[in-house]
């Protein structure tokens, strides 16, 4: 057959065989495994992202006292990302506090690459202890902004910083804050 074709017919045939060579999927080079692995989402990941904070109260007793800060352990707070399409509980994971009121959410791999994760999430206090003294300030759609602490061989850590919610009836500009009591001594 090739040589009833010709020299323009065999160029033909191996650009054919070629572009179906090209054509096939990964499927069929690489086991599922293997595929799983150069995805990222094998035994061994590829990156890991975290996001960490505290979670923690501010009360204050009497105007000119003391502002008290004290951590909020049994809190459920979660990262959500916006990304493209509607399911956003699939672009979210939730922690709660540990017993002095940190947390660390461990994204799922299929966020690792949002492009400005730092601007496309945020953290939320979901619930509080139910004896906490304090509430989420602002409502409970509250968010707070992440930051980029760390950078590291395929590991990014994010934080979220201390998270400083309220009692409803305090008024922190009325109380004395520590920060500003340890500056004059």
Same mark, same amino acid.
């Given at each position: 057959?090739?040589?009833?074709?010709?020299?323009?017919?065999?160029?033909?045939?191996?650009?054919?065989?070629?572009?179906?060579?090209?054509?096939?999927?990964?499927?069929?080079?690489?086991?599922?495994?293997?595929?799983?692995?150069?995805?990222? =989402?094998?035994?061994?990941?590829?990156?890991?992202?975290s996001?960490?904070?505290?979670?923690?109260?501010?009360?204050?007793?009497?105007?000119?006292?003391?502002?008290?800060?004290?951590?909020?352990?049994?809190?459920?707070?979660?990262?959500?990302?916006?990304?493209e399409?509607p399911?956003?509980?699939?672009?979210?994971a939730?922690?709660?506090?540990?017993? =002095?009121?940190?947390?660390?959410?461990?994204?799922?791999?299929?966020?690792?690459?949002?492009p400005?994760?730092?601007?496309?999430?945020s953290?939320?206090?979901?619930?509080?202890?139910?004896?906490?003294?304090?509430?989420v300030?602002?409502?409970?759609?509250?968010? =707070?902004?992440?930051?980029?602490?760390?950078?590291?061989?395929?590991?990014?850590?994010?934080?979220?910083?201390?998270?400083?919610?309220?009692?409803?009836?305090?008024?922190?500009?009325?109380?004395?804050?520590?920060?500003?009591?340890?500056?004059?001594?």
């Amino acid at each position: 057959m090739v040589q009833q074709l010709g020299w323009a017919g065999s160029l033909l045939l191996v650009l054919l065989l070629l572009g179906a060579a090209a054509a096939r999927p990964m499927e069929l080079y690489f086991s599922a495994a293997e595929l799983a692995r150069i995805a990222g =989402y094998g035994e061994e990941p590829v990156s890991s992202v975290s996001v960490s904070g505290q979670v923690a109260c501010e009360l204050c007793l009497r105007p000119g006292s003391d502002l008290l800060t004290f951590e909020l352990p049994g809190s459920k707070v979660a990262v959500t990302c916006a990304t493209e399409g509607p399911n956003t509980v699939a672009n979210s994971a939730s922690a709660t506090t540990d017993e =002095y009121g940190n947390f660390t959410i461990e994204l799922p791999s299929w966020l690792h690459a949002t492009p400005s994760l730092e601007n496309a999430c945020s953290v939320r206090v979901l619930e509080l202890p139910p004896d906490s003294p304090c509430g989420v300030s602002g409502g409970r759609g509250s968010s =707070y902004g992440l930051r980029l602490s760390s950078s590291e061989d395929g590991a990014r850590a994010y934080t979220a910083g201390v998270i400083r919610l309220q009692h409803d009836d305090t008024r922190s500009g009325k109380c004395v804050k520590e920060q500003s009591r340890s500056g004059g001594r």
